[in-house]
């Protein structure tokens, strides 16, 4: 979190010293991703089966965001927590990262849309596995740079929702050997602004 506050801080700084105008606040969003090779599959007693996904599910972001008056442009960092999980009576399965995303979006003239691309840095990826109170399973992912390309529509002046695609490799390595799959996912999420 303190890096990606202190990339808005300084975006901040660079524009007032070199006496541009800007807008600067807080930023929060959520959403459903979707997408990545299986990191496993849950088989349940009635047949049932449900994937944990290297791009899944659900996505939470929190950081600033600084807009530039006089410019179409803006600079946005934040953390996030990405969480992919299922459940039963006697089982959880958790696959969780925290990702630090800055991002630059360009302002569509008078539309209510912008668009923009950035940087997606991986940590503390974790998958684990506990069946009736044991851990049969319990492993951290490489830390992992990807990318992020995202649509955003303000239907208010302070809320929208946005379309993403992110490439996102995964590796872990395991006796020795470097195992590799895909987080690559797309995403659909709502963001409101202060």
């Known amino acids: 979190m303190r ?5 808005v801080l300084l975006a901040g700084s660079v524009a007032h010293a070199e006496g541009i105008a800007y807008k600067s606040g807080a930023t929060f969003g959520f959403g459903y991703t979707f997408g990545g090779s299986n990191i496993t599959t849950l088989h349940y007693v009635d047949g049932q089966t449900q994937n944990i996904k290297g791009g899944g599910t659900y996505l939470f972001k929190l950081g600033g965001e600084v807009r530039l008056r006089d410019y179409p442009i803006d600079i946005q960092a934040t953390v996030g927590y990405h969480v992919d999980n299922d459940h039963a009576s ?15 979006y360009y302002r569509l003239p008078t539309s209510g849309f912008r668009v923009g691309a950035g940087l997606r840095y991986v940590t503390n ?16 992912f490489d830390k992992n740079f990807g990318y992020v390309v995202e649509g955003e529509y303000f239907f208010f002046k302070t809320a929208s929702f946005s379309i993403r695609y992110v490439k996102e490799p995964l590796s872990i390595r395991s006796a020795g050997e470097r195992y590799k799959a895909k987080g690559d996912h797309m995403g659909l999420l709502m963001h409101v602004y202060y």
Do not use: H, I, Q
């Open 90 to 104: 006697n089982a959880e399965v958790r696959y969780t990262r925290w990702p630090l995303e800055a991002m630059v």
């Open 125 to 140: 990826t974790n998958f684990s596995y506990v069946f009736e109170g044991t851990k049969y399973a319990d492993f951290n």
């Open 3 to 7: 890096y990606s506050l202190a990339a």
